[in-house]
């Protein structure tokens, strides 16, 4: 895949007095002055170094709290000026963008549902041309890496330079947990091909539940994000949008202070060489893994040829049933879970009908004619 180019200052560079890990909260919406005011004055003087609230909030129904609009910009970068916080606000349009820089917020984001517009996203980038301010932004609902990078790519043709990417999951139709499953391969391959990018991650929209947000901002941080953003409510429950994913501001700075933050890398000799040592551990089975998924992929071609010669169809469903049945069996004894059992076979399923498709394809066809 080519290379995208896009040069992004971290996040210490964005001149904003930023450290590792950047931790951004504040409410989903802004719902009033006296609101916005209260949460600024709960987060003044603790991890928090930049306060986020929605005024214009992009709701899947009409009837929804659409945010409080334009005046909501003044209290919130009020409340952030009096309590020694920048302030943060998501953009979807051109003329957000103008009355956001107009009333002097320190930060823009782009929503999940602007993401996946490539033409909203050229229109806000054309706006933005000759600003210097800082813009994230959050993955497309839908799990598309390179629709997030060219959002990203457009805004860095517009001459930002101060960008982060925010991981905030990704919409699915399947049951699960999460309000947005996490998918966090798609994150940790955006970091491979940026790896200068900012990448912070969003645990209220990806848990869409407060009980989830201690334990997903634990693994990004383990995964060496950047940062994080987590929506606070001085009272949550009568919030005006996302309501059941919002922290009151007690229940948010006791996770903060739980919260781990490990190094990247350490130079402790010692430790060195027995990573070393597990890494070099990894690699042989590693390499054992492939020589045997290489040895059942020339078993499943004999298994094709057999079929082929015999007038079979390549799917038998009650095979494909038991196979997975016997692996989850014994995935339970060896700390393996469903979830990975499930997600591993289908791949190796899908393979061996592959290389099976090939054989009945590229072998001389029987004639059954007679
Ligand atoms: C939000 O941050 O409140 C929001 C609307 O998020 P997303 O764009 O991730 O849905
Ligand atoms: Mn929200």
Known sequence: MKRAEIKSLSLEEWNLGFSHPLIIAGPCGVESEDQIHKVAHELKGS???????????????????QGIGKDGLRWLKEAGFENNLPVTVEVAHPRHVEEAVATGIDVLWIGARTTVNPFLVQE??????????????????NPDLELW???????????????????????SSEKSRYRNVPQWQIPIELKRRLPAMPLICDPSHISGNRNLISSI??????????GLMIEVHTDPDHALSDREQQLTPEAFLKILEELIVRQPLVDDVIFLSLLEELHDRIDKIDEEILVLMAERMRVAREIGQYKKENNMTILQVERWTEILRTRLQSGLTKELSNEFIVRLYELIHQESIEHQT???NTTESTDHSQ
């Open 149 to 171: 990078i060219g959002a990203l790519e457009r805004l860095s043709r517009a001459g930002i330079t101060k960008l982060a990417a925010i991981h905030r999951g990704f919409s």
């Open 47 to 65: 991890k928090v170094q930049l306060m986020r609230g929605g005024i214009w909030k992009p709701r899947t129904r009409p009837d929804s709290f």
């Open 124 to 141: 806000i980038a054309d706006a933005l041309k000759g600003i210097d301010i800082p813009v994230m932004v959050k993955n497309p609902i």
């Open 358 to 360: 090939q054989v009945m």
């Open 217 to 226: 901002s634990q693994t990004a941080l383990d995964l060496n994000y950047d």
